[in-house]
């Protein structure tokens, strides 16, 4: 059964492209996955925490944990994620 018109069928088939107009390139697979490496680094909410608390400037891993009230490896392997992300 067709619910939609050939005029309706025609504008969401076909891809209209203005003349002199360039397509972009689609990422490099290495840019696609340094982006999707980042957005998982801000996933969590522990990462989101401590970048929130690094954005005034740099703090050792003790003061982290105090503030968090997370344990030391915890914190510790959280910024090891964000390091390599």
């Not at 490496?37 to 996933?43: D, G, K, N, P």
């Not at 990462?47 to 030391?72: K, N, S």
């Amino acid at each position: 059964m067709d619910y939609l018109g050939e005029e309706a069928r025609r504008q969401t088939c076909h891809l209209v492209i203005e003349p002199g107009r360039e397509m972009k390139k689609p990422p490099s697979i290495e840019t696609a996955g340094n982006i999707d490496l980042m957005f998982r680094a801000f996933s969590d909410r522990t990462r989101l925490r401590i970048l929130h608390i690094l954005q005034d400037g740099e703090l050792c891993v003790g003061d982290i944990v105090e503030i968090l009230r997370a344990p030391q490896p915890r914190v510790s392997r959280h910024l090891a994620y964000l390091r390599k992300a």
